[in-house]
């Protein structure tokens, strides 16, 4: 379906303003917004009791018949915060423009690309009006991209945040992560173990945009290494262990019959608590072997007989430099 209206002409026709009582208009139905921020909403009340509404509300007048006449209700179009503010702030009529558009596909087209227009929405549900436009109109993402002053490129990388976990959408939509880092998350979407890892990586470290792309990209190196140089199954649980008790990304690479340990720091006082932990090990182990005095509790390999390791996936531990 073709769009038959040109939004930014149709907003432009002078139009008369009238006040309306609010608890006689209703939300639009086809609202693409799903959070408010309160802080601001409060700011905006404030700014409304100094100096009123400045932009009049869009809505549609709607008339039904009742036993004792005819009951008019307003539907809203465009101007959420506002309307919402304007109950914040006590107000009991808003100024208002009335169109007589009441096609349901006219509202949905009129509520997402004004809040578009206007940035108002958050990356993820620009993402969802996006594609209610796609779907309601049959359109394709360089039209969207016309409608709402964007690039093709621009529609299509918005909607495949659409692509990510609920997980991280609903971080995204509470601005735990930023638009940015959906890039980097977007480039694992075939490794969603690897991809979930990277996401709480982001909010443990607090990772910027960059530090995140950095470690997306050393994951999809490792992605084209030699099928024969992939870590083996005991390797890959060792990484996961040591990843688990570091707190930080490590990776076992094989040379031979030695491995080589590649660990992952983002500051040096990341760096430093490390080292710490590697200091109080030793200065622990040390402590430990000297309770032997004696060498006949110890074995040729000066491990205490007692507590020989098993032979098994620990035995892995040997022969890795760092």
Known sequence: MALNINLNESFRKPQSVFWIEIEKINPNPMQPRSEFNEERLADLAESIRQYGVLQPLVV????????????????????????????????????????????????????????????????????????????????????????????????????????????????????????????????????????????QEIIKKKLNVREAEGISRRIAVERARRKDNLPDHETRILEEKLSENLGTRVQIERDGEKRKIQIEFFSDEELQAFLGKVMNVKREADSFYDEFENQDELDEAGVPTESKQPEGEDDLINNFTV
């Not at 915060?81 to 423009?97: C, E, M, N, T, W």
């Not at 578009?116 to 594609?131: G, H, M, S, V």
């Open 60 to 199: 549609t007048r709607k008339e039904t018949e009742v036993p004792d006449g005819i009951r008019v209700e307003y539907e809203l179009i465009a101007g959420e915060r506002r309307l919402r503010a304007s109950k914040i702030a006590g107000l009991f009529q808003v100024p208002v423009i009335i169109r007589d558009d009441s096609d349901d596909k006219i509202k949905l087209e009129l509520a997402i690309i004004e809040n578009l227009q206007r940035e108002d929405l958050n990356p993820l549900e620009r993402a969802i009006a996006f594609k209610k436009l796609i779907d309601s109109f049959n359109l394709k993402h360089h039209e969207v991209g016309h409608l709402v002053g964007k690039s093709r490129v621009f529609v299509t990388n918005t909607l495949r945040i659409l692509n990510l976990p609920e997980e991280i959408q609903k971080g995204l939509n509470e601005g735990i992560i930023s638009e940015g880092h959906t890039r980097p998350l977007l480039m694992l979407s075939d490794r969603r173990e690897d991809q979930t890892r990277l996401f």
